[in-house]
């Protein structure tokens, strides 16, 4: 049974959903991105619908880093990231990149890792 085009919207307009940054600093300007994202993190982490923020950087490349967040809803994370409020924000780091790409994915599943007593 095939979804119709409205319930395919619907679907990806609700639940959780991660958009993954991949970003490459220019020369020179690690701790500097690092600074300004965290600035940046404590302002986006108070929106509606933001849940969770991390920064990762390449183990084998200083200069490669990940912003991942994960939102509540697609709707929630489409309304911040055309708002003026987002260029505003990423403005600070815009000019310490030398490459950017953007992805989004639903979150389907999620497994916790068991709590460290029990292991």
Known sequence: MN????????????GTVRAVLAMRTREGCERRFEAAWLTIADQIRVLD???RQDLIRDADDPRSYLIITDWADRRRLDA??????RAE???AIRDLRES???HTYQVLH????????TR
């Open 89 to 91: 924000l990423l403005r």
């Open 80 to 85: 911040f990231g055309r708002s003026e409020q």
């Open 110 to 117: 999620s497994v916790p890792s068991e709590p460290e007593e």
């Open 49 to 51: 619908g933001c849940l």
């Open 3 to 14: 979804a119709t085009p409205a319930a395919a919207d619907e679907a990806t307009s609700t």
């Open 100 to 102: 950017a790409q953007r």
